[in-house]
């Protein structure tokens, strides 16, 4: 009878502690934290722009989207560049190579601001890691005035992944 009078308080003390792992996880959910984020730098030139832990909602090798209005990059030098479209990277993980079908970027310098894009752009990866980098990445102009180039190259793209 001993182990009998000790089942209905272990039974609880389990529900308890279940109760309190769902809990836990519906906070976390609910307030979209996660582990999986990224860290960006774009380069052109003596311009520099970087961003770190931009959370992402997945991680490699499914298919990674980066929504435009999470990004705020710090930027060094005469160009400030600023994602002017969501981005999603797909990965070939036998080829090394993180690829996105399309890439718009917004680049303002001297007061001027274009918007180029760039598609298939691949990047390689870097060992077994997941930090991925590649240029120059070549752009065509899809907005902007009659003072922005036609094309650009930028000349360093680099993207971490990070679970």
Known sequence: MSGTAHRPAAFAAAIAALLLCTTVAASAAAS???A???DIVLAEGSSRCAVEG?????APPATVA???DEIDFDCSGGTRFDFAGDTAFAFDDAAGTATAEDVRIAATKFGVTCTYEAA???LERDGASRSY?????????????FLCPGS???DRAEVVFHQ
């Open 36 to 38: 999986d984020y990224v």
């Open 133 to 145: 980098s590649g240029g120059p990445v070549g752009a065509k102009k899809v907005k902007g005035s």
């Open 54 to 58: 931009v959370q992402v909602d997945a």
């Open 32 to 34: 979209g934290e996660t």
């Open 66 to 68: 980066i929504d435009a």
């Open 152 to 154: 650009v190259n930028l």
């Open 120 to 122: 298939r752009v691949a």
